[in-house]
RNA sequence: GCCCGGGUGGUGUAGUCCGGCCCAUCAUGCGGGCCUGUCGAGCCCGCGACCCGGGUUCAAAUCCCGGCCCGGGCGCCA
């Protein structure tokens, strides 16, 4: 019977198991060999005493190369001195797939790899246990957010990424052709989840990837990366961060409680974070930037500086700064009546890291169009999502997160490119 | 893109300041040998490297110039 090595039990001993895997590690004392087999779930160990093991199984065990593809078939001995409390005595050993020697890099981590090594040959580096573990605990996050959208009333849709120019300004663009015509890669799904708004759909949701065709060289930056964005009709933008800090809470409860096992293979403590999150004003964060020596010019972002001083006034946790200047932020941002230099928008923050951004959107035509032009638009190229807002178009509110940046923050990875499994940034676009 | 630091066996490093003592250190790995309870197994023998191009010099891993790439910080990032 096939199992993974974490099925393996009290109820395997004495009994034949088949297993799959790699070898991980040989430990050849001679007339006894230990093999560490690891699969997808984690470790088992292969005891080979050369009196009760068949002598061409003994053979294969002295051959067998690290990080061979294995099939190993015995029986199950419960065993205090294996790692895990039991060991398989092998009837077969079958190499499925030899491994070229020497590796690319140590799966078992005796010796160090860089970054950049590790992203070379990432099929390899995703071998260990501590690096598969952040991509099991994604595919966590990924289903606890949909289960919690669901729930609130959204559905999931899928917006073009191939698009025609014209989008929003400021980002740059990654330019395609598109048969006779050129296109570009989109860099947000916004204009699209807008146009469903005026559809009826009310609250969708969509997770798939943007593209920004920024020379950024950070930490925290990707060319290609996964956002989460939500749109929701008759809501504020205080509606939506309701939505926000909600999902945000149940992502870390369902994680901390189905991910156990891949918290602790990378040794992460998680915090589950409270209810309400803190609400400050870009007006307050801006004092206290200066307070403490960072000049922030009212009307400009926050510069990476005043955030990182920020996040030490306010601790590493989760907050908004909401009530952006209308100048810093996109033309469907909805300003204030009362006082249109500020708007509806809200940036989370976990620490000096920006997580998600949002905003309540303009939804009549006149005003949209006259933004537009305020920032320096032309109304002209925008007609496919204009026309959305002449025919009947709610009141409504969104945002975008960045599921790297989620995943980072929460696992505390000092580089984004670890919390994607094949990274694209300025100068990599292989594997 | 800017500033600073860096590029040495498959991997991670020492050496670079102050050129020769370096046909280059250590660990891990790999090949071989010994070994029946390892769990970073141990012991013995061996293998394997100075990013690319140009320059200075009797002599360059080491100094200079250019390129490519990497790390940190910043900028840019509706």
Not at 10 to 38: A, K, N, P
Not at 342 to 359: I, P, Q
Not at 369 to 383: C, H, Y
Request: net charge negative.
């Amino acid at each position: 019977m096939r199992k993974w090595t974490s099925e393996i039990g009290d109820e395997d001993v004495g009994r034949d198991v088949t297993v799959y895997g790699w070898i991980h590690e040989v430990r050849d004392l001679g007339g006894l060999i230990f093999l560490i087999l690891r699969d997808r779930e984690g470790f088992i160990q292969v005891t080979l005493p050369r009196k009760k093991v068949p002598p061409d199984t003994f053979d294969v065990a002295k051959k067998v190369k690290r990080e061979s593809v294995v099939k190993v078939v015995g029986i199950v001995k419960r065993e205090p001195k294996a790692p895990q409390g039991y060991e398989i005595t092998p009837r077969v050993i079958e190499v499925l797939n030899e491994s070229v020697v020497p590796l690319p890099l140590e799966v078992t981590e005796k010796v160090p790899a860089e970054l950049d090594t590790r992203l070379d040959h990432r099929f390899m580096d995703l071998r260990k246990p501590r690096i598969q573990a952040i991509f099991r605990i994604r595919h966590n996050i990924l289903q606890s957010v949909r289960n919690f959208l669901s729930e609130h009333g959204f559905i999931e849709v899928n917006t073009p990424k191939i698009v025609s120019t014209a989008t929003e300004g400021g980002t740059e663009l990654f330019p395609i052709s598109y048969f006779e015509k050129e296109a570009f890669l989109n860099q947000s799904p916004q204009l699209y989840k807008q146009i469903l708004m005026a559809s009826g759909f009310d609250r969708v949701f969509e997770i798939a990837p943007i593209f920004r065709a920024e020379e950024h060289n950070t930490t925290r930056h990707l060319n290609e990366a996964i956002s989460i964005d939500i749109e929701m009709s008759f809501t504020d933008h205080h509606g939506v961060m309701k939505i926000l800090e909600g999902l945000i809470v149940r992502v870390y409860e369902d994680v901390f409680e189905r991910c156990e096992k891949f918290l602790k293979w990378m040794d992460v403590e998680l915090e589950i974070p409270s209810l309400p999150f803190e609400r400050i004003r870009y007006d307050e964060a801006v004092e206290i930037a200066e307070k403490r020596g960072e000049e922030v010019p009212w009307g400009e972002d926050l510069t990476t500086p005043a955030l990182k001083v920020l996040a030490e006034e306010i601790g590493d946790i989760h907050y908004f700064i909401v009530d952006w200047p209308t100048e810093c932020k996109p033309f469907y941002a909805m300003p204030y009546k009362e006082n249109p230099k500020v708007c509806r928008s809200f940036d989370l923050m976990k620490g000096a890291l920006e997580l998600a951004s949002g905003t309540q959107r303009i939804h009549r035509y006149n005003e949209l169009v006259e933004s537009m032009r305020a920032k320096g638009l032309n109304p002209d190229g925008f007609e496919f999502y204009l026309e959305a807002f002449r025919y009947g178009m709610p009141p409504h509110s969104g945002w975008g997160l960045g599921l790297e940046r989620l995943l980072m923050s929460m696992l505390n990875l000092k580089n984004i490119r670890e919390a994607t499994l094949f990274p694209r940034d300025r100068h990599r676009l292989t594997p």
